[in-house]
């Protein structure tokens, strides 16, 4: 097999472990729950899992959740099932940041008593005053040289509630005049009489991310906290933390470049007013690319692997057309689902020569890629449906489907030559009219005769009737994503569905999740959320055709 070439993160892991700064490899995915996980996530996820596997390590699911005001339980749940999808396994490896109030309050005490924290008067907008510009220096806090004393009593008269919201923080004592505005004695706790999601309301004050990050990784004894890019500002602070309150062998943080879709919506926030606004049905709307989403539409956990794995990882931000996500899902699920016919905006076949009331059972292979999947038997007759598209009266030129005097092959199973059409008083085509050919049956008895079109149908009277629905791109991509208000330029036409859908009989069985290729139509599956027993909806993952390429190389 070719060797691939390691990626950055790779490479330093290997030069730590050969230096022994670390004996082994421990990563984590840290989300807020403050939103479902979007295709970025994955990233991030499959990344951290990857490594951890990789080099035989652990891999840890925690939540960051140390701010009560946007974290909910749902949240949480939704967030586990997708990793869990994922394929990222965290064993027993769960953890909650909020678990750690006891020992970061502890943290920030050892601080105080190194004389590296000290209780603040100031109000927020002080702070913002005091903290100087990229070209100026910040101000010393007032209360800056308070004595270790005074700092420990003040803090905890914090935590046991006798100041109001704001009145007082904790600040770190690193230094006011850094070129690095996140070293200017960031505030690590903060005054706020919030009800917590897990610890209730036995807090009333808070630690803040730069503090309490650092904190999780290091009591967990993650190895590498891999994060994104606009962390790295906040790597000096990240160091300065696990240093000064005293770690034998401090979390490393290692930042690579986010995941961007061209003409996509992944912000939590965006998605969030999508939800919030009724113009999706959910955070696992099918045109999101939320994990709940691209899971409901029909992606695989191994569509997203190959996809990330697609995208390696840098440290340049770059950007990712939603194609390569398409070609992926269309890659895996091409030898996975059984091709079926099903007609989606149906008209009448009627074959004029063939005896009414008869019907026969022809043979179709399932996949022809794939022989594992077999074969199935499928009811033909007099009357069928075909695509609409598939006649025209005055055909265009190079139009190889139904049309007066042209004969076709009716997929699996005879040729048949058009004779004509009915229509109803308004022009309307009601019904296409054919004759066929007995001696064409399945491949046999045409030697030397060419046709040059070959369509779908099923059987009118026993086809199962459906929805399908089909999606575009919720952004207007011809506007772009945003509007000068920044909010997002939806596409009105983004959902169609189609309700006078026609499949093989034995697809009102179809199970949630089951997809199927549509013969020419694309790759469906089954809607989880508005398919009932016995009557499926078909939600479309994606179409046959794709302009993308895979990268040679
Ligand atoms: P926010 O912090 O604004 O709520 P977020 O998307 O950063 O949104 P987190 O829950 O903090 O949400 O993210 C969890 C992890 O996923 C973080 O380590 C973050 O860096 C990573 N992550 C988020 N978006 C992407 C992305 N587009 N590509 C790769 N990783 C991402
Ligand atoms: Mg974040």
């Known amino acids: 097999m070719e060797e691939k070439s390691r990626n950055f993160i790779e490479i330093e892991i290997d030069k730590d472990l050969e230096n022994g700064v670390y004996d082994s490899v421990m990563t984590r995915f840290p989300p807020e729950p403050n939103g479902y996980l979007h295709i970025g996530h994955a990233k991030s996820i499959l990344l951290n899992y990857g490594l951890a596997k990789e080099y035989n390590g652990k891999f840890n699911l925690r939540f960051d959740d140390t701010n009560p005001t946007k974290e909910k339980t749902e949240f949480v749940d939704s967030i586990k099932e997708d990793v869990a999808w994922l394929g990222a396994d965290w064993e027993d490896r769960l953890y909650f940041a909020s678990d750690y109030f006891d020992r970061m309050y502890d943290a920030a005490v050892t601080l105080i008593k190194k004389g590296k924290a000290y209780v603040s008067e100031l109000s927020a907008d002080q702070i913002k005053q005091y903290r100087g510009t990229l070209t100026e220096p910040g101000k010393n806090d007032p209360d800056r040289d308070r004595p270790v004393e005074e700092n420990l009593k003040l803090f905890e008269d914090m935590k046991n509630g006798r100041f109001k919201d704001g009145e ?9 005049a850094s070129p690095n505005m996140n070293m200017r004695d960031p505030v690590i706790y903060r005054v706020a009489h919030l009800t917590h999601h ?26 590498h906290s891999i994060c994104t890019l606009e962390f790295e500002d906040h790597r000096p602070i990240y160091n300065w933390f696990v240093e000064n309150v005293g770690f034998e062998k401090p979390p490393r943080q290692i930042e690579f470049a986010k995941l961007y879709l061209n003409n996509v919506v992944t912000g939590k926030r965006y998605i969030k007013k999508l939800v919030e606004d009724g113009i999706v049905d959910g955070w696992d709307d099918p045109r999101l690319v939320s994990i709940a989403g691209l899971r409901r539409r029909g992606y695989t956990p191994e569509s997203i692997q190959k996809f990330v794995e697609l995208c390696g990882v840098s440290k340049a931000n ?38 009414e009331g008869q019907t026969e059972l022809l043979d179709a292979v399932n996949n022809p890629e794939n022989e594992a999947l077999g074969s199935r038997q499928i009811e033909f007759g007099r009357e069928l449906y075909i ?5 025209m009266e005055e055909p265009p030129k190079k139009y190889f489907r139904l049309f007066p005097g042209n004969e076709v092959r009716l997929m699996h199973a005879y040729f048949v030559k058009c004779v004509g059409c009915d229509k109803d008083e308004n022009g309307n085509i009601t019904a296409v009219h054919c004759t066929y050919d007995p001696e064409t049956k399945q491949g046999t008895g045409f030697e030397g005769r060419k046709v040059k079109g070959t369509i779908h149908w ?23 994503v945003y509007n000068e208000n920044g909010e997002i330029n939806v596409n009105p036409g983004s959902l169609k569905e189609m309700k006078d859908c026609y499949v093989e009989p034995w697809l009102k069985d179809a199970k949630v999740y089951d997809s199927f290729q549509f013969v020419r139509n694309g790759f469906f599956c089954v809607d989880s959320r508005d398919s009932a027993p016995g009557a499926p909806v078909f939600n479309r993952v994606v179409s046959l055709k794709s302009s993308f390429k895979l990268p040679v190389g």
């Open 318 to 355: 770059s950007t990712v057309e939603m194609d390569m996500l398409e070609y992926c899902i269309r890659e895996d699920l091409k030898h996975k689902d059984k091709r079926v016919m099903a007609v989606l905006d149906p008209v009448k076949l009627i074959i004029d020569n063939y005896p």
């Open 387 to 391: 695509e609409r598209e598939d006649f």
């Open 458 to 480: 099923v059987k009118a009277d026993t086809a199962f009737k459906c929805t399908a629905r089909l999606y575009e791109n919720i952004v207007d991509e011809e506007k772009g």
């Open 168 to 176: 007082r923080t904790l600040r770190a004592k690193v230094d006011m």
């Open 198 to 223: 897990n610890t209730g309301d036995k807090w009333c004050i808070y630690p803040m991310y730069d503090f309490a990050h650092p904190l999780e990784d290091a009591f967990e004894g993650i190895s």
